[in-house]
């Protein structure tokens, strides 16, 4: 069932989205020209945003937490209304980007999480524990932390692609 008033909300929602994409990879940090044409998963999200809105930044950067939080920081200095990263989300040692961008957040979107989880496990069944995706607030901008794989980036954006206008709206109030 449809609500009346978030319709509403939506109709009367900004339709200019920009965007930025972070992939966190150790293997894909090398050369940025070369390593962006096999950054398959950042690939597929700065498509998929391209159809709606404008992919205004896009970095791979190893899993580092300072320069995980720097390019956030430049990326919301350049006005990026709403920032997906994909990768370093597992339980391995050098998965960094959830423990490092929770603390930032000054609210967390937890239903984006639940239904990442939720959908996933429809598909993959219990290897959905491991997904730690997430999403929040920082600075008035929108966070989406996903893993790494090309199906769970598909799966994540398409979850909050016709939803960004909305959450734009209501951040800028």
């Known amino acids: 069932m449809k609500s009346e008033t978030m319709e509403e909300h939506k109709e009367k929602s900004s339709i200019k989205v920009s965007c930025g994409v972070i992939t966190l990879s150790d293997t894909k940090f090398k050369d940025q020209k070369i390593e962006q044409e096999t950054d398959i998963s950042g690939k597929l999200i700065k498509d998929e945003l391209n159809q709606k809105y404008n ?7 190893p899993d580092e937490k300072d320069l995980l939080i720097n ?60 997904s730690r995706a997430t999403a929040g607030v920082y600075k008035k901008t929108i966070i989406f932390s996903m893993p790494g794989s090309p199906n769970a980036v598909k799966l994540g954006v398409s979850i909050v692609i016709n939803e960004l206008p909305h959450l734009k709206k209501h951040l800028k109030e």
């Not at 992919?55 to 950067?61: A, L, N, Q, R, W």
């Not at 930032?104 to 290897?127: C, V």
Request: glycine share 14%; proline share 1%.
């Open 55 to 61: 992919v205004e930044s896009y970095k791979i950067i």
């Open 71 to 130: 390019t956030i920081e430049e990326m919301i200095n350049e006005n990026i209304d709403v920032i997906f990263t994909t990768g370093g989300t597992g339980i391995g040692s050098r998965d960094i980007t959830i423990e490092t961008i929770e603390p930032l957040f000054e609210k967390e979107l937890l239903g984006f999480g639940e239904i990442f989880r939720g959908k996933t496990y429809e598909e993959l069944g219990s290897g959905a524990l491991l």
